[in-house]
């Protein structure tokens, strides 16, 4: 049994072409298992925003109210995560900053309609970020229901499972 964890499988092929066939042998059964399961995710989360699709009236508009007859049969999908951090002033082609010894953080959380294919980016400033956690998530899950919500009686809400992320406890809550 080969220890996934001392670097097999996470370097060049010409490393991969100095294992031992056993050893290889596993790590490609290893991979071909994770693509499978991953492929069984997407395939979940495309059927799920293929329903959703399918429950949206026709001439539907991002942030416009569903007519009360449509509402209870409405299904709307929400992806929805935080950026990597990123600075202010900005520039693919500076090396080093120019202006300022600190550079400005932002941190960027979108919400996609992922249906429609529309969403909507909070950009928050580094003296207002109070963190990443499950109240920042809840909060602009929150304002965002309330303001650009449709009305629909049901959700689906999909995050990324990063542990560091995982809000599934408060959000049950």
Known sequence: ?????????????????????????????????????????????????????????????????????????????????????????????????????VPYKLALFGIMSDPLGKIVVYVIPESVLVGKGANMVISLLHHFLEKYSNGEKRIVLNADNCVGQNKNNTMLQ
């Open 1 to 101: 049994m080969c220890n996934l964890q001392t670097g097999y499988g996470y370097g060049s092929l010409q490393r991969l072409r100095s294992l031992d066939d056993t050893i290889r042998a596993e790590l490609l059964n290893h991979s071909l298992t994770h693509l499978q399961l991953v492929s069984g995710q997407r395939e979940h989360y495309n059927s799920a925003i293929n329903y959703s699709r399918s429950t949206i009236p026709q001439n539907y508009s991002f942030g416009e109210k569903i007519p009360s007859d449509c509402v209870q049969a409405v299904v709307q999908h929400y992806s929805f995560d935080f950026a990597q951090q990123n600075f202010v002033p900005n520039s693919s082609q500076q090396v080093g900053p120019l202006y300022f010894l």
